[in-house]
């Protein structure tokens, strides 16, 4: 068999199922835009058909998915240069998703730890879409024949499982339809752990909200909760190898490094032998400067919803020309009479 190329599309997404933390921000938006800056074909994508895995009170979802749209939008992502949309105006998303429901093992799915991190003990009573949410994930990607994705370290195992269903449907049918995606999880950042205790990455569950900086929190809040991170009583080292003990200050040189745009070795040179009492009032005022234009340009994109929701109409459109030919190709691969 011939192993055909794809011509690079970027892929990513984000549930609006809360507002947005540094941890998205630094793990998946920012890369979402040095791709799309890069000049390749990008669609970002808010996952609305996956937040309701998990209850969703429905005018907080309609608030959610345009805070998340007027996230991006703030943070770098054109409208004009990468196609933006709610995936539940994407009907092919579903659609798809349900011929990799099909392709898809049960012992793949029992496998994802995010699944079993979710539902916990109560794995009787959680909805059968959050168990079979990797296959959904699969098709937001594969129905565009992407061939990169942008995302935080917590996505790589879906992404494996995305490569498995891909590899699987294709050998089933004899064909080469659908691409082997790359994951692309990169920099300083690519797991953000929780300001309160360095072994949880930081969260829009988590019940402390302590734990996180939100986009949406002012200059005083970000600066208090960089002052009451967790933290541990010795200085900072002059080289990484000395953070491998100390998760928590290996969490806020890492975001130090992610905001600043330098590696971690670097950083370091900067401020080794400092206390956290002196470096605290650094990266807060850094982690500020970088993200208080982007809260405000979102507060100013909030006061006008009518543009958003004309905005990800559109997208739905652009997106709908990829999506269809698609879909229509794969149901004639699986036998659907047209
Ligand atoms: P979610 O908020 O779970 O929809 O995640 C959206 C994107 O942000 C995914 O690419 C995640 O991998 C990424 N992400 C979420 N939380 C973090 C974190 N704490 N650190 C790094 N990346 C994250
Ligand atoms: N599963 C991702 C998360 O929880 C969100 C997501 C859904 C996604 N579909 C995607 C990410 C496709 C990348 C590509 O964060």
Same mark, same amino acid.
């Given at each position: 068999?011939?192993?055909?190329?794809?011509?690079?599309?970027?892929?990513?997404?984000? %549930?609006?199922?809360?507002?947005?933390?540094?941890?998205?921000?630094? +793990?998946?938006?920012? &890369?979402?835009? @040095?791709?799309? =800056?890069?000049?390749?074909?990008?669609?970002?994508?808010?996952?609305?058909?996956?937040?309701?895995?998990?209850?969703?009170?429905?005018?907080d979802l309609q608030h959610n998915t345009r805070e998340l749209a007027a996230g991006f939008i703030a943070s770098g992502i054109s409208?004009?240069?990468?196609?933006?949309?709610?995936?539940?105006?994407?009907?092919?998303?579903? %659609?798809?998703?349900?011929?990799?429901?099909?392709?898809?093992?049960? +012992?793949?799915?029992? &496998?994802?730890? @995010?699944?079993? =991190?979710?539902?916990?003990?109560?794995?009787?009573?959680?909805?059968?879409?959050?168990?079979?949410?990797?296959?959904?994930?699969?098709?937001?990607i594969l129905v565009y024949h992407a061939t990169h994705v942008p995302v935080g370290e917590d996505q790589k195992q879906h992404l494996e499982l995305t490569r498995d269903i891909a590899t699987k449907f294709n050998h089933d049918y004899g064909v080469d339809f659908f691409p082997i995606t790359e994951p692309v999880i990169e920099g300083a950042a690519t797991r953000v752990m929780s300001l309160r205790d360095g072994s949880k990455k930081m969260s829009k569950s988590d019940p402390s909200d302590a734990s996180r900086i939100n986009m949406t929190d002012d200059a005083d809040t970000i600066a208090k909760k960089i002052r009451k991170a967790k933290t541990d009583p010795d200085a900072l080292p002059s080289e990484a190898a000395g953070l491998s003990e100390r998760p928590e200050?290996?969490?806020?040189?890492?975001?130090?490094?992610?905001?600043?745009?330098?590696?971690?070795?670097?950083?370091?040179?900067?401020?080794?032998?400092?206390?956290?009492?002196?470096?605290?009032?650094?990266?807060?005022?850094?982690?500020?400067?970088?993200?208080?234009?982007?809260?405000?340009?979102?507060?100013?994109?909030?006061?006008d919803p009518a543009e958003i929701d004309r905005i990800l109409a559109r997208g739905a459109r652009q997106a709908r020309e990829i999506t269809v030919p698609i879909l229509e190709k794969t149901y004639e691969i699986v036998g659907m009479v047209r």
């Open positions: 068999m011939t192993t055909p190329t794809f011509t690079p599309r970027v892929f990513s997404g984000i %549930q609006p199922s809360g507002g947005l933390t540094l941890g998205n921000y630094l +793990g998946a938006i920012k &890369r979402f835009v @040095q791709m799309q =800056d890069a000049g390749m074909p990008t669609v970002y994508c808010m996952v609305d058909l996956h937040a309701i895995t998990v209850w969703q009170d429905p005018s409208p004009e240069k990468s196609i933006l949309i709610n995936q539940s105006q994407v009907p092919e998303h579903a %659609q798809l998703g349900w011929i990799f429901s099909c392709v898809a093992r049960m +012992g793949w799915m029992q &496998r994802m730890t @995010q699944f079993k =991190d979710k539902a916990g003990k109560n794995t009787q009573n959680v909805s059968l879409g959050l168990f079979g949410y990797p296959a959904l994930m699969a098709a937001d200050a290996r969490n806020l040189i890492n975001i130090y490094a992610a905001l600043s745009e330098q590696p971690v070795d670097d950083v370091l040179r900067e401020v080794g032998g400092q206390q956290f009492g002196a470096f605290k009032p650094l990266l807060a005022e850094l982690a500020v400067s970088k993200l208080s234009p982007i809260s405000s340009e979102m507060a100013r994109l909030m006061a």
